[in-house]
């Protein structure tokens, strides 16, 4: 069964950081582009980071770019997204997602990832200021 879990999620300060987790299983994340969205109410999802499968880059949307990071640990089977200098207009359910094949991220994709294959059920990120 695919499947892909997120935790780290929770409240932290404006200028505060914290680490989220995707742990996948069903598959390996190695050969699937990775992308974490955000979604809060009232709004449409948004891409927030994507590493791609096709190569080594890249994608920030310059709303988070400099501040969150995106990384994977094969050994883990796990994704991860560190997001420093939180906002509060970064509050969201946070949701990490996966695309099988060869996939680069840019600017031109998605934003709202509709081509991803696999998902998982969110991570509310709670910035108070």
């Known amino acids: ?15 505060g950081s914290l680490r989220l987790s995707c742990a996948a299983s069903g598959f390996t994340i ?3 582009a990775i992308g974490w969205f955000r979604q809060s109410p009232g709004k449409e999802r948004e891409q927030v980071s994507c590493a791609s499968s096709a190569d080594s880059s890249t994608y920030y949307p310059d709303s988070v770019k400099g501040r969150f990071t995106i990384a994977r640990s094969i050994a883990k089977n796990t ?28 600017a031109y994709a998605s934003k709202t990832g509709d081509e991803f294959d696999y998902w998982g059920q969110g991570t509310q990120v709670t910035v108070s200021s």
């Open 1 to 15: 069964e695919v499947k892909l879990v997120e935790s780290g999620g929770g409240m932290v300060e404006a200028g």
């Open 79 to 106: 994704a991860y997204l560190q997001m420093d200098n939180l906002r509060p207009e970064d509050t969201a359910v946070y949701y990490c997602a996966a695309l099988s094949g060869s996939y680069y991220c840019t």
């Open 30 to 32: 190695d050969d699937h």
